[in-house]
T-cell receptor
């Protein structure tokens, strides 16, 4: 009965470095989502996976951001050449089948770019 | 374009003092309206989903209602442990479009 897990919980990096954020969805959930929560900005959608495919990447802010999902389970969000404006909490969510069902969120990864 | 506006931004209540939070939305074809609770340093925790006008759902001291233009989260006789940020979101194709939330503080 484990929920969505994310690692690391906190990541501090220097401007220009690459970072990888990991998400383990709820077992059996085929849909996976990444969101970003910045101070004063609220939660914004980044990308949606159905299985290993990403039919909606519309929220990725730039080509420095990419994500993949393997085995219909674990997902990795990669940010290349990090900038200070990338500092935020990155949240992952999963849902059973990606229709109108409930999205369950993980605890997030707090990314700080110095 | 879909818009979700929550009010008030912040609300302070005395323990036992009932109130309502508002979520106004504009969306072409509502596929679902979601309420979440978020505690500091944690991810959003699912509370309710509403799909059609007139629908109501309850859980403990919380009751969510839905009209064609807005949703209300009614909090009856709140306790300090109800202090949190409450987020409203509408489902847009695959993604949730969130409002900025209402920060609720309930004092003893």
């Amino acid at each position: 009965g484990a929920g969505v897990s994310q690692s690391p919980s906190n990541k501090v990096t220097e401007k220009g470095k690459d970072v990888e954020l990991r998400c383990d969805p709820i077992s059996g959930h085929t849909a996976l989502y990444w969101y970003r929560q910045s101070l004063g900005q609220g939660l914004e959608f980044l990308i949606y996976f159905q299985g290993n495919s990403a039919p909606d990447k519309s929220g990725l802010p730039s080509d420095r951001f990419s994500a993949e999902r393997t085995g219909g389970s674990v997902s990795t969000l990669t940010i290349q050449r990090t900038q200070q404006e990338d500092s935020a909490v990155y949240l992952c969510a999963s849902s059973l089948d990606g229709s109108t069902d409930t999205q369950y969120f993980g605890p997030g990864t707090r990314l700080t770019v110095l | 374009e879909d818009q979700v506006t929550q009010s008030p931004e912040a609300l302070r209540l005395q323990e036992g003092e009932s109130s309502s939070l508002n979520c106004s939305y504009t969306v072409s074809g509502l596929r679902g309206l979601f309420w979440y609770r978020q505690d500091p340093g944690k991810g959003p925790e699912f509370l309710f989903t509403l799909y059609s006008a007139g629908e109501e759902k309850e859980k403990e001291r919380l009751k969510a209602t839905l009209t064609k233009k807005e949703s209300f989260l009614h909090i009856t006789a709140p306790k300090p442990e109800d202090s949190a940020t409450y987020l409203c979101a509408v489902l847009r194709k695959y993604a949730l479009n969130f409002g900025k939330g209402t920060s609720l503080l309930v004092t003893p």
